[in-house]
T-cell receptor, first 110, second 112 residues
Framework: QQQVKQSPQSLIVQKGGISIINCAYENTAFDYFPWYQQFPGKGPALLIAIRPDVSEKKEGRFTISFNKSAKQFSLHIMDSQPGDSATYFCAARSARQLTFGSGTQLTVLP | KAGVTQTPRYLIKTRGQQVTLSCSPISGHRSVSWYQQTPGQGLQFLFEYFSETQRNKGNFPGRFSGRQFSNSRSEMNVSTLELGDSALYLC???????????FGPGTRLTVL
């Protein structure tokens, strides 16, 4: 019940395209859903986050869509750039503990 | 403000040894969490400390332990190292009452 399932495992997008990464969860005790970006050799960095009482949050080119009834949330990266090439992790928090998805390796082709 | 710092950045040990990793949180952050990252298991929560007290613990064996000092710096210790302990160990800090966890660059532990 603590799992967060993330898909796809890898994603290749052309520059300027939209990247979409999906996550699903079971535990209704999760109260906070962040997305992290990780470059090789670096720790994860917070991109954007949402609470379950909001259905969508947008920050620049990054948007989280949240469907509470379906227990799903997704990250949309608009106008994807080669510099966005990284591994993306969704996460969900319960009792101050983050449970991470398995990660999506995004490659944006120039 | 300086970010989360972790030392050492790289470490090579042999099976059976023990290791201590250090984490200095962002100034003013009193909560420190530790995570293990491996290609097979991904990012897994180890434990969380706040005001020198362990508040939460993940599903890891007792060989993994930690502590937090009065200045919020934290250490984690792994005893009797196994090959499977090879991983990137990440520390994250956060302020009381806030959601965001800020991660350090990690310590890459290799067990031979």
């Amino acid at each position: 019940q603590q799992q967060v399932k993330q898909s796809p495992q890898s994603l290749i997008v052309q520059k300027g395209g939209i990247s979409i990464i999906n996550c699903a969860y079971e535990n209704t005790a999760f109260d906070y859903f962040p997305w992290y970006q990780q470059f090789p050799g670096k720790g994860p960095a917070l991109l954007i986050a949402i609470r379950p009482d909001v259905s969508e949050k947008k920050e620049g080119r990054f948007t989280i869509s949240f469907n509470k009834s379906a227990k799903q949330f997704s990250l949309h990266i608009m106008d994807s750039q080669p510099g966005d090439s990284a591994t993306y992790f969704c996460a969900a928090r319960s009792a101050r503990q983050l449970t991470f998805g398995s990660g999506t390796q995004l490659t944006v082709l120039p | 403000k300086a970010g989360v710092t972790q030392t050492p950045r790289y470490l090579i040990k042999t099976r059976g040894q023990q290791v201590t990793l250090s984490c200095s949180p962002i100034s003013g952050h009193r909560s420190v969490s530790w995570y293990q990252q491996t290609p097979g298991q991904g990012l897994q929560f180890l434990f969380e400390y706040f005001s020198e007290t362990q508040r939460n613990k993940g599903n890891f064996p007792g060989r993994f332990s930690g502590r937090q000092f009065s200045n919020s710096r934290s250490e984690m210790n792994v005893s009797t190292l196994e090959l499977g302990d090879s991983a990137l160990y990440l520390c994250a800090s956060s302020q009381k009452g806030t959601d965001t966890q800020y991660f350090g660059p990690g310590t890459r532990l290799t067990v031979l």
